[in-house]
């Protein structure tokens, strides 16, 4: 597993409680990584979701280049659970064909029953909360893994940036 994937592993979040994240969240067990419950209208984790909407063009125009520093696609999209919640769920192997964007669920589903890991799934843009790509040792997008980030005391952050390699993009 390469360290993006297992560090988007280890920010994985549902939308359902008021937890507040640290990095004892954070920590990834060998088979599934914790989640974290985010509360529907934390302000922080909403403004991270429109950035990464406002800001898709750059990851379809990155999907869509050949530079050789790209790689490691991946998009979080909200599953429907219910009325009132959701779990988002990062999706990787990003393919782009006629008919849309497709990934492969890459994380655990927790609560939802309708997709499971390792499954295909079609990508809805409406429900997309974000996106990342590594542009070598750089995260591009990752807003709400950065909205965790932010969070996290400075041993946190110097702990989770040391465990692994990437260098965030402001």
């Known amino acids: 597993m390469n360290r993006l994937i297992l560090a988007l ?3 994985l979040f549902l939308a359902a409680c ?3 994240p640290s990095a004892k969240n954070l920590n990834v ?9 985010i509360a529907p209208d934390d302000a922080d984790m909403n403004k991270a979701i429109r950035n990464a909407n406002t800001h898709f063009y750059r990851f ?12 490691d696609f991946a998009i979080k999209m909200r599953f429907q659970i219910g009325q009132e919640s959701g779990e988002h769920i990062w999706l990787n192997n990003i393919v782009q064909n006629d008919s849309g964007y497709y990934g492969i669920v890459n994380n655990v589903p927790v609560n939802i029953t309708t997709v499971k890991y390792g499954d295909r799934v079609k ?7 974000d ?3 590594m542009d070598g040792d750089t995260l591009r997008g990752g807003y709400t893994i ?3 980030r932010s969070r996290m005391n400075k ?12 260098i965030f993009e402001p």
């Open 9 to 11: 592993s280890t920010i």
């Open 18 to 20: 008021n937890n507040s």
């Open 29 to 37: 067990a060998q088979e599934e990584p914790d989640v974290i419950n």
């Open 60 to 71: 379809r125009e990155a999907l869509a280049d050949t530079n050789s520093n790209y790689s």
């Open 123 to 129: 990508i809805i843009k409406e429900d997309i909360s």
């Open 131 to 133: 996106w990342s790509f």
């Open 146 to 148: 950065k909205a965790l």
């Open 155 to 166: 041993n946190e952050k110097d702990e989770f940036d040391r465990d692994y390699g990437i």
